[in-house]
């Protein structure tokens, strides 16, 4: 006996074969600048439609993190990967600190410099990508660009206060980084004091390197002087080597604006 199921007997509405979701526009808040970002809505319903609760979810391309967010909203375990380092602090940023969850309890990170050791290894291993880490690492925004940069790698945004006419204006300021990976000399310096006076709205610059500075080079940097803003003098130009940010140093400059990373890195400042 042959048994035949019909489905326009059946009781309810048939499955579609499309779905209806909003896509990611201009204006959506969902959007973080990746060209190829993905609507978390339908991230969330591949995901409960192919797995369960505890499975593991894996993106090895996964950009801004929307498959990311869609497994913890899920309850979903979960791994990414993606080639770009921005693109960890990126996720960290936007989707995984809204859920209050803790680095080294509830996730682990694995590939990003723990030490100098790991920095020299990353830089020998893809010097564009040791630019940006090293960038991002002491709050700075990268360029993007491999070549044609004009001596800049990135930047740091800051404000001043200025008067003028008896009306106080905000002023936006910011201090130009160069990176070097390799051999350094006092030439960079004197290329990065060329940088400086060159640079419109730019009042200081900063130098990272692997290697320790030479005098040399201490005292090109000391020759371009300071800035000074509200009684405080800032040295124009200043070093800092992967040892001295492992140890916690950082740029000595104003005050430093907090920008929203919406576009692989550069991001678009609050004022």
């Known amino acids: 006996m042959v048994v035949r199921d019909y489905l326009d007997e059946k009781i309810g509405v048939a499955q579609e074969d499309w779905w209806l979701i909003d896509i990611i526009n201009q204006s959506s808040k969902e959007r973080l600048g990746y060209p190829t970002q993905k609507p978390l809505a339908l991230l969330e319903r591949i995901i409960q439609a192919s ?22 909203r899920n309850q ?16 960290q940023d936007t989707r995984i600190n809204k859920y209050s ?16 050791e790991q920095a020299q290894y ?4 893809d010097p564009f990508q040791f630019q940006h880490w090293v960038i ?15 001596g800049i790698d990135g930047r740091i945004y ?16 910011n201090m130009v980084l160069s990176v070097k990976g390799g051999n350094i000399r006092p030439t960079d310096i004197r290329d990065l ?6 640079e419109t709205e730019t009042e200081l610059a900063g130098f990272l390197s692997l290697r320790e500075p030479t005098e ?29 940010i492992f140890d916690g140093k950082k740029w000595y400059c104003p005050s430093v604006l907090k920008a929203n990373r919406k576009d692989l890195g550069q991001g678009y400042l609050t004022l």
């Open 76 to 91: 979903r375990k979960w791994i990414g990967c993606d080639i770009a380092i921005h693109s960890v602090r990126l996720i």
């Open 216 to 244: 040399a080079m201490l005292h090109e940097a000391d020759a371009a002087g300071y800035y000074e803003y509200q009684g405080v003098k800032y040295p124009r130009i200043q070093l800092l080597t992967v040892k001295d």
């Open 158 to 173: 800051f404000e001043v206060l200025e008067e003028k006419e008896k009306k106080t204006s905000r002023k936006l300021c």
């Open 193 to 198: 004091r060329g940088v400086l006076e060159r």
């Open 101 to 116: 969850l803790e680095e080294g309890n509830n996730y682990v990170i694995e590939g990003i410099p723990q030490s100098v």
């Open 136 to 150: 991002e690492k002491t709050g700075g925004f990268c360029s993007n660009r491999k070549t044609g940069d004009m």
């Open 51 to 72: 797995s369960k609760e505890n499975d593991v979810v894996f993106d090895p391309f996964c950009g801004c993190g929307t498959t990311i967010e869609a497994a913890i």
């Open 122 to 125: 990353l830089f020998e291993q």
